[in-house]
T-cell receptor
Framework: DQQVKQNSPSLSVQEGRISILNCDYTNSMFDYFLWYKKYPAEGPTFLISISSIKDKNEDGRFTVFLNKSAKHLSLHIVPSQPGDSAVYFCAASRDSNYQLIWGAGTKLIIKP | EAGVAQSPRYKIIEKRQSVAFWCNPISGHATLYWYQQILGQGPKLLIQFQNNGVVDDSQLPKDRFSAERLKGVDSTLKIQPAKLEDSAVYLC??????????????FGPGTRLTVL
């Protein structure tokens, strides 16, 4: 039962353009969402988060949008840089004390 | 500040053998997590410790997996006996507070286990 889905296994974007990574979830009890970034042979690192009381959170080049009615969130990276090439994981939690449920990840490739 | 340390980085064993992984979390972090990440999937929580007590081990296959966190610092995860389907990357993470969902988790580099 995949409660968090990242339907695009990979995404290729030109350097300088916008990267949009998508994530869908099925559990309406989720109220906290996070994005992690992972380079090869390293563990995931936290990128940005959003709680269900908001619909947007911004941190520099990274913005996360949450659409609760559609059970969908997206991560926008503008502008995309070569160092952004990594696997991006979406994760969700049903309350602040509950375990994270992770998506399968999307591999982002930034082309020079 | 030193990050989360894990060893070994790679391990190859035969099925039915035993294996142990070690994790040293960031100093002062109360919560420690062990995740299993199978190729092509996201991390799956195996066990969560707060200090040296177990908070959640609902997805730990207890017939073959065991974990401990002595003195609320280092932790070891053991598999005995290993099966082919245990081939995965085992990630250790730690967080400062006690909120699994809301606190930022800091991950180690993982141990890649191959069971032949």
């Amino acid at each position: 039962d995949q409660q968090v889905k990242q339907n695009s296994p990979s995404l290729s974007v030109q350097e300088g353009r916008i990267s949009i990574l998508n994530c869908d979830y099925t559990n309406s009890m989720f109220d906290y969402f996070l994005w992690y970034k992972k380079y090869p042979a390293e563990g995931p690192t936290f990128l940005i988060s959003i709680s269900s009381i908001k619909d947007k959170n911004e941190d520099g080049r990274f913005t996360v949008f949450l659409n609760k009615s559609a059970k969908h969130l997206s991560l926008h990276i503008v502008p995309s840089q070569p160092g952004d090439s990594a696997v991006y994981f979406c994760a969700a939690s049903r309350d602040s004390n509950y375990q994270l449920i992770w998506g399968a990840g999307t591999k982002l490739i930034i082309k020079p | 500040e030193a990050g989360v340390a894990q060893s070994p980085r790679y391990k190859i064993i035969e099925k039915r053998q035993s294996v142990a992984f070690w994790c040293n979390p960031i100093s002062g972090h109360a919560t420690l997590y062990w995740y299993q990440q199978i190729l092509g999937q996201g991390p799956k929580l195996l066990i969560q410790f707060q200090n040296n007590g177990v908070v959640d081990d609902s997805q730990l296959p207890k017939d073959r997996f065991s974990a401990e966190r002595l003195k609320g610092v280092d932790s070891t995860l053991k598999i005995q006996p290993a099966k082919l389907e245990d081939s995965a990357v085992y990630l250790c993470a730690s967080s400062l507070g006690l909120l699994a969902g809301a606190d930022t988790q800091y991950f180690g580099p993982g141990t890649r286990l191959t069971v032949l």
